[in-house]
């Protein structure tokens, strides 16, 4: 990709472009992609925004993104995905239409148990996982979700703060502290196992931190053993209900697959905020 250009969409030729290329990426028929061409113009129309990335004529990237009521100044991204290296651009064309409408907020949902995801997420952008949905579209018929129970995290996006230091890296965000990290990670007592017989997840003995391990390729894995990737969901499913029930977020996502979940604490940021600019 030599001069790869972002910008919305606002005809026809274009909403078709977008959903023919998410159908490449979900595998599904595009007679049947994840979002009509209609659906994306409907969309626009009212107000939302199609972004797509383009390598000359050919879409390598999109993401669709509404607005919520005025007063939670906050969007909803739908769906997005991207050719490798363009998830930020993509983002950030997302960040800079919100902003600029008032947005202080972005949410989404992703599937927990792809890891790349979750890195891109926490470490890239440094949004946090603020809920956890259980099968939340219910049985999908695609060819990266067939056979899964559709769990989902859903993640938020503080659109107007600093990007922070994720805890797996240095201060100045440009270095894994990967051995500290897991460290401290390794010497905390195993609390599940995985279904592949390691350990899934571990807990802080001071009670501030618990780690969640996720399989290296689930898409593959449900391919080859749907049921081995069935019993992944629901082992990721017991540890992330039980810690957001006691009011843990989802802050980072190791190199190795390794999530990082810490204990909320009431800061001056959080007093400060009015309820009905918040996340849920």
Not at 128 to 136: M, S
Request: net charge negative.
């Amino acid at each position: 990709m030599t001069s790869v250009s972002i910008r919305t969409v606002h005809d026809t030729a274009g909403f078709t472009a977008v959903a023919d290329y998410f159908s490449e990426v979900w595998q599904t028929p595009r007679s049947a992609p994840p979002l009509l061409p209609e659906t994306l113009n409907s969309l626009a129309h009212a107000g939302g925004a199609v972004h797509a990335a383009y390598d000359g004529e050919r879409v390598v990237g999109g993401c669709v993104a509404v607005f919520g009521p005025p007063a939670a100044r906050e969007t909803y991204s739908l769906l997005a995905a991207a050719e490798r290296g363009l998830g930020p651009r993509l983002k950030e064309a997302q960040r800079a239409w919100a902003v600029g409408l008032g947005a202080r907020t972005m949410r989404w949902t992703f599937d927990p148990l792809v890891g790349r995801n979750a890195r891109f997420n926490f470490v890239k952008l440094g949004a946090e996982g603020t809920g956890y949905l259980v099968d939340f579209y219910g049985p999908m018929a695609d060819g990266v979700n067939d056979g899964d129970e559709s769990d989902r995290l859903e993640v938020t996006w503080d659109l107007t703060a600093a990007r922070r230091p994720s805890t797996g890296t240095s201060a100045d965000g440009t270095a894994d502290r990967t051995a500290e990290t897991a460290a401290a990670r390794e010497a905390a007592p195993v609390t599940h196992p995985a279904p592949d017989g390691g350990p899934l997840a571990r807990r802080d003995p001071g009670d501030r931190y618990v780690w969640c391990r996720v399989p290296e390729d689930i898409v593959a894995l449900r391919a080859t053993d749907a049921e081995r990737a069935l019993g992944w969901r629901r082992a990721v499913r017991e540890v992330f209900t039980k810690a957001f029930a006691e009011g843990f977020t989802a802050t980072d996502m190791s190199r190795d697959g390794w999530y990082t979940l810490t204990r909320r604490e009431a800061t001056p940021r959080d007093e400060d905020t009015p309820t009905e600019e918040g996340t849920p």
